[in-house]
T-cell receptor
Framework: DTEVTQTPKHLVMGMTNKKSLKCEQHMGHRAMYWYKQKAKKPPELMFVYSYEKLSINESVPSRFSPECPNSSLLNLHLHALQPEDSALYLC??????????????FGDGTRLSIL | DAKTTQPNSMESNEEEPVHLPCNHSTISGTDYIHWYRQLPSQGPEYVIHGLTSNVNNRMASLAIAEDRKSSTLILHRATLRDAAVYYCILRGLIPNNYGQNFVFGPGTRLSVLP
């Protein structure tokens, strides 16, 4: 069982839809992350929030919009996605704000399919 | 750009020890060596991390070379549930040119044979 909870576990959406991915942690962690993982590839960092502020944006297309309403919650808003955006989206958290050398704790991801 | 290199795949027999190597010749003095594993259909799972000394926990042991340019993750008795992709990652306080201090490489896919 993971202490980082992601919902939904699966999501199928059309290219014109708007949806959101949600991530929660109640460990008091101060950094939260979004990763994208394609099949048979390692996770790639998309966004980092440190003390609820966006600190790294890895040149992700604007059709992905992150939001951190509070220290326990992280959202990823999706709009006008492309078929190549189909992937596993992983959320992670870490005890300290970035930069840090502390471990990251991952959720089990949302598997997203774009029709 | 990952700062570590690992074999693409390894095989082990069940109930035998497994030694997973990782090279990190450009490690800096403040980089910690982290190991994660990813089981099928799950997110990555933290296994162990260390700076200079060898480390042990309930999951595994981490042996770090004296010059810190390589490390080995040791699973003492492999089980079928240990079949996963194992990632060795350097994590420090100084980010790379892209502002990252935690980059996944391709990892090692471990197969455990019954």
């Amino acid at each position: 069982d993971t202490e980082v909870t992601q919902t939904p576990k699966h999501l199928v959406m059309g290219m014109t839809n708007k949806k959101s991915l949600k991530c929660e942690q109640h460990m008091g962690h101060r950094a939260m992350y979004w990763y994208k993982q394609k099949a048979k590839k390692p996770p790639e960092l998309m966004f980092v929030y440190s003390y609820e502020k966006l600190s790294i944006n890895e040149s992700v297309p604007s059709r992905f919009s992150p939001e951190c309403p509070n220290s326990s919650l992280l959202n990823l808003h999706l709009h006008a996605l492309q078929p190549e955006d189909s992937a596993l989206y992983l959320c992670a958290s870490s005890p300290q704000g970035e930069p840090s050398n502390q471990p990251q704790h991952f959720g089990d991801g949302t598997r997203l399919s774009i029709l | 750009d990952a700062k570590t290199t690992q074999p693409n795949s390894m095989e082990s027999n069940e109930e035998e020890p497994v030694h997973l190597p990782c090279n990190h010749s450009t490690i800096s003095g403040t980089d910690y060596i982290h190991w994660y594993r990813q089981l099928p259909s799950q997110g990555p799972e933290y296994v162990i991390h260390g700076l200079t000394s060898n480390v042990n926990n309930r999951m595994a042991s981490l042996a770090i070379a004296e010059d810190r340019k390589s490390s080995t993750l040791i699973l003492h008795r492999a089980t079928l549930r240990d079949a996963a992709v194992y990632y060795c990652i350097l994590r420090g306080l100084i980010p790379n040119n892209y502002g990252q201090n935690f980059v996944f490489g391709p990892g090692t896919r471990l197969s455990v044979l019954p």
